[in-house]
């Protein structure tokens, strides 16, 4: 984490605690004599120790360096700009003396870098956390499973409106999901295995929409159902096949603890869960 800002570091640091994430540096540079953030971007770009870089950032000294800079990383950078309005860029200017710049010249030069720029701190950190470990291989085509109707709708127009696709089940996909959830099961994207389907058949169904060709991610969300069998299904089948998976879990402790453990990003909304992994599916420069 490579922060302008003591206080973003705090911010930081609680995040970090709750959402257990690793940290392995930290680096305060608002007013550097002479360090700058490309100083250390650079630095940390072939730092063994790190996999992810976060940034907040509130204005460059050389910015045609930080984007030269950023374009030969190799590993993921999630970047918080502050100062995006006038307001905000005089703030920022009279707490560390940065020129913010044009926040339209920001993005494009974010997008040209690589750059994964997030609209809030909320949105930093759900991304920085999705990218713990590094970015997976995944792309748009992705199902929601569920067996929590309302949410999985909710998610469903998440990733429409950020450009995710949500195809249907191969036939035979759908002929097993059919075979072990209830007969009113939701066999379609979100794939809906309602609470009604026996706990043993949980894994089994699972592993099959993971197995499925058609998805390259996997958004899980479940309500309220707190059965272990859910919980092992989903690990063991993303320790299977690889594919990147982001969740949004609510009141199932048992769940959420062992999707915790095996690194699954939990986010606090279906929302959040779908832009999340839209972040991590899309790449930086597409974003």
């Avoid at 930290?26 to 100083?39: A, I, P, Q, R, W």
């Avoid at 995006?84 to 926040?103: I, P, V, Y």
């Avoid at 894994?203 to 998805?215: L, S």
């Avoid at 991610?217 to 069998?229: F, H, K, R, S, T």
Wanted: net charge neutral; proline share 8%; charged share 20%.
């Amino acid at each position: 984490m490579l922060s302008q800002s003591g206080a973003f570091g705090g911010m930081f640091f609680a995040e970090a605690r709750r959402r257990r994430l690793g940290v392995a540096r930290f680096l305060s540079v608002g007013n550097g004599v002479d360090v700058t953030e490309t100083d250390a971007l650079e630095w940390l770009a072939s730092d063994p120790a790190t996999a992810v870089i976060g940034l907040f950032v509130e204005g460059f000294r050389d910015g045609r360096r930080f984007v030269a800079a950023a374009e030969r990383c190799q590993k993921p950078i999630v970047a918080l700009k502050a100062g995006k309005g006038s307001a905000g860029a005089r703030a920022a200017e009279s707490h560390t003396g940065s020129l913010a710049g044009r926040h339209g010249a920001v993005q494009a030069a974010f997008a040209r870098a690589g750059v994964i720029d997030a609209a809030t701190s909320d949105e930093f950190f759900d991304i920085v956390h999705a990218l713990d470990g590094g970015r997976p291989e995944s792309g748009r085509d992705v199902a929601v499973l569920t067996i929590s109707g309302g949410p999985g709708v909710l998610a469903s127009d998440a990733a429409e409106r950020l450009g995710l696709r949500l195809p249907p089940p191969g036939e035979a996909t759908a002929r097993s999901i059919r075979r072990l959830a209830p007969g009113f099961a939701a066999v379609g994207n979100p794939i809906d295995l309602t609470p009604q389907c026996p706990p043993a058949a949980f894994p089994p169904a699972i592993r099959a929409v993971f197995d499925d060709p058609v998805y390259e991610g996997v958004i899980v969300i479940n309500c309220g159902l707190d059965i272990p069998e859910f919980g092992q299904g989903v690990v063991a089948a993303r320790r299977s096949t690889g594919k990147p998976v982001t969740a949004f879990v609510l009141d199932v402790p048992r769940i959420e603890v062992e999707l915790a453990e095996a690194g699954i990003p939990l986010l606090p909304s279906p929302e959040r869960a779908v832009a999340a992994y839209a972040a991590i599916a899309r790449g930086p420069r597409s974003l």
